[in-house]
């Protein structure tokens, strides 16, 4: 005979959340909250609020963004790691540069997802963790398996190529809006600190998903900062 209860008597897996993004953070809020066997421990916005979260009884999961108005999420997943040893960690951000994954990873992060998926798969990667797993979207797996791999031989000219020097050309206003982007900001919000309407917000964004031949803001910041075209 079994010894685990039933689903139904288990006690719910708490979960707490650090994210800034208002719309982001009430659709995982709301996500969690119609999961029957999960419950909502905690919920912060910055940097700071996440701190003071440590103060109180641990979850059994952490889900934090990295790109917090006042600072970074990184040292929240720090903190947590070493006051809620038994806690489990996990990021859900736009950041997909190899220097906040392996930087995450480091302070003591067991998961890395990026906001390309929806809430109520962020839900279901919840319970992957709790388990054991360790979610890591496909992006940022490939990102790390990448960094061990030993390097090929090549036979191919000593030259630098036209892939290898590739580098696209963005406008003065292309480059304030991946900037933004970068930094997290909704569509609506760039239009607000920029001045103009949302239809031309998604132009630029069109052309710059063009311009680096990507298809989604992580893409775009991945690869923009891959070719050196933002600050690490």
């Not at 909502?40 to 990295?66: F, H, I, K, Y």
């Not at 929240?76 to 070493?82: L, V």
């Not at 050309?169 to 909704?186: C, D, P, Q, Y």
């Amino acid at each position: 005979m079994s010894s685990h209860p039933p689903p139904s008597e288990r006690p719910p897996i708490r979960v707490a959340l650090v994210e800034d993004d208002v719309s982001f953070r009430n659709a995982v809020v709301a996500a969690i909250e119609s999961a029957p066997d999960m419950a909502l421990s905690g919920v912060a916005s910055t940097r700071s609020r996440g701190l003071q979260l440590l103060d109180g009884e641990p979850p059994d999961v952490l889900l934090v963004d990295l790109g917090l108005p006042d600072g970074s999420g990184i040292d929240i997943i720090r903190a947590a790691h070493s006051r809620w040893p038994k806690c489990n960690t996990m990021v859900s951000t736009a950041f997909g540069d190899e220097l906040h994954v392996m930087q995450s990873l480091e302070a003591g992060a067991v998961g890395y997802l990026l906001k390309d998926s929806a809430p109520e798969r962020l839900v279901l990667e919840i319970r992957n963790l709790y388990a054991g797993g360790s979610p890591i979207s496909p992006l940022i797996a490939r990102q790390i398996l990448t960094r061990f791999r030993p390097p090929a031989a090549s036979t191919a000219p000593s030259g630098p190529t036209e892939s290898r020097t590739r580098r696209a050309v963005l406008s003065a206003r292309e480059t304030e809006v991946l900037e933004l982007i970068t930094k997290g900001f909704s569509t609506s919000e760039i239009a607000v600190l920029m001045s103009v309407s949302q239809h031309t917000v998604l132009t630029y964004v069109r052309r710059i998903y063009s311009k680096l031949e990507v298809n989604s803001r992580t893409e775009a910041i991945y690869e923009a900062r891959s070719q050196g075209l933002l600050a690490r």
